[in-house]
T-cell receptor, first 114, second 116 residues
């Protein structure tokens, strides 16, 4: 298994500002992912973050809005840029463990944009 | 491409009764299937998974699910509901191989309410 921590756990931000969310894993993993869960909705994949390469974004998500860093095999950040109220969501970090074929999720960062 | 359909956005069960949550998937190749549970204000916890092999899989907290290829289903069951089972449950699918590792497609979720 993998234990994932995220910072901050929640934040309230003003429109037009940016927030960087940190994700730390207790073991080295190749594949890390960022998901979004809008209020009352299911989860949607934002992007895949592999160490040593550019993040790969899913349809509807762009790097200018959600820049991602992956400096090593245990850490990643997601920035939500130029925020609007529509960005109010829970953002979850996730890792895939290839040996066990399992995917684990962090506790999430609850973002409210006012 | 793959997709997941969870039948019923809300399910109410009595404590001690059978819990049955339905999940159907579409996938062009044999999928990997997962059930997750999300308690209020918490992240997702893996309940169980199907990758290959035995089609009846057992998970944590007394839950189990059966992969039925002919029906493209992966329904989740628990023989006797407990009050602590009240949560949101998500079925998810990913296509094996290629660049699909870790890319899960989630169903809309089913909220389970357990009544005394």
């Amino acid at each position: 298994s993998a234990v994932i921590s995220q910072k901050p756990s929640r934040d309230i931000c003003q429109r037009g500002t940016s927030l960087t969310i940190q994700c730390q894993v207790d073991s080295q993993v190749t594949m890390m992912f960022w998901y979004r869960q809008q209020p009352g909705q299911s989860l949607t994949l934002i992007a895949t973050a592999n160490q040593g390469s550019e993040a790969t974004y899913e349809s509807g998500f762009v790097i200018d809005k959600f820049p991602i860093s992956r400096p090593n095999l245990t850490f990643s950040t997601l920035t939500v840029s130029n925020m609007s109220p529509e960005d109010s969501s829970i953002y979850l970090c996730s890792v895939w463990t290839s040996g066990a074929h399992e995917q684990y999720f962090g506790p999430g960062t609850r973002l409210t944009v006012t | 491409a793959q997709s997941v359909t969870q039948l019923g956005s809300h399910v109410s069960v009595s404590e001690g009764a059978l819990v049955l949550l339905r999940c159907n998937y579409s996938s062009s190749v044999p999928p990997y299937l997962f059930w997750y549970v999300q308690y209020p204000n918490q992240g997702l916890q893996l309940l169980l998974k199907y990758t290959t092999g035995a089609t009846l899989v057992k998970g944590i907290n007394g839950f189990e699910a059966e992969f039925k290829k002919s029906e493209t289903s992966f329904h989740l069951t628990k023989p006797s509901a407990h009050m602590s089972d009240a949560a949101e449950y998500y079925c998810a699918v990913r296509a094996p191989g290629g660049d699909s590792w870790g890319k899960l497609q989630f169903g809309a979720g089913t909220q389970v309410v357990v009544t005394p």
